[in-house]
C-alpha cells in the first residue's frame, strides 16, 4: 500500500493551498484518513483527520480555515487550505488506517509535501 501526496508549494500569507492523497496497492478498505505536519523543530501534529463515515476533527489552529475531505470510492483524502498564515508553514504528511484484509489493519504515511507560506 501507498500513499501518495501532491499540492504542496510556496504561498503568500492569506493565500489558498489544497493537497491531495491517493491510497493505492492491496486494498481491501480505508479507514481514518487524515493529514499531519511537522515544522522544523517541533514535533508532527495532527492537522485534520476523517473517519470512514466522513466525522471530521480538526486542530484548533486550523478550524475554520482548513477543510478536509475524502472520495472513499477512489481512496482519496483531500485538504483545502485557506486563509494560510505563516505558521502554516511545515510538511504536510497523509495518513491512513488501511485494511488489506478484513481481519488486519497497517498505518501508514505518505512520504510528505512542503508547504511554504512566506510573503
Known amino acids: 500500500v501507498q500513499l501518495v501526496e501532491s499540492g504542496g508549494g510556496e504561498v503568500q500569507p492569506g493565500g489558498s493551498l489544497r493537497l491531495s492523497c491517493v491510497a493505492s496497492?492491496?486494498?481491501?478498505?480505508?479507514?481514518?484518513m487524515g493529514w499531519y505536519r511537522q515544522a522544523p523543530g517541533k514535533e508532527r501534529e495532527l492537522v485534520a483527520l476523517?473517519?470512514?463515515?466522513?466525522?471530521?476533527k480538526y486542530a484548533d489552529s486550523v478550524k475554520g480555515r482548513f477543510t478536509i475531505a475524502r472520495d472513499n470510492a477512489k481512496n482519496t483524502v483531500t485538504l483545502q487550505m485557506n486563509k494560510l498564515e505563516s505558521e502554516d508553514t511545515a510538511v504536510y504528511y497523509c495518513?491512513?488506517?488501511?485494511?488489506?484484509?478484513?481481519?488486519?489493519?497497517?498505518?501508514?504515511w505518505g512520504q510528505g509535501t512542503q508547504v511554504t507560506v512566506s510573503s
Open positions: 495518513n491512513s488506517d488501511v485494511r488489506p484484509s478484513r481481519n488486519y489493519a497497517f498505518n501508514y
Open positions: 496497492g492491496y486494498i481491501f478498505s480505508v479507514e481514518d
Open positions: 476523517m473517519s470512514k463515515v466522513g466525522t471530521p
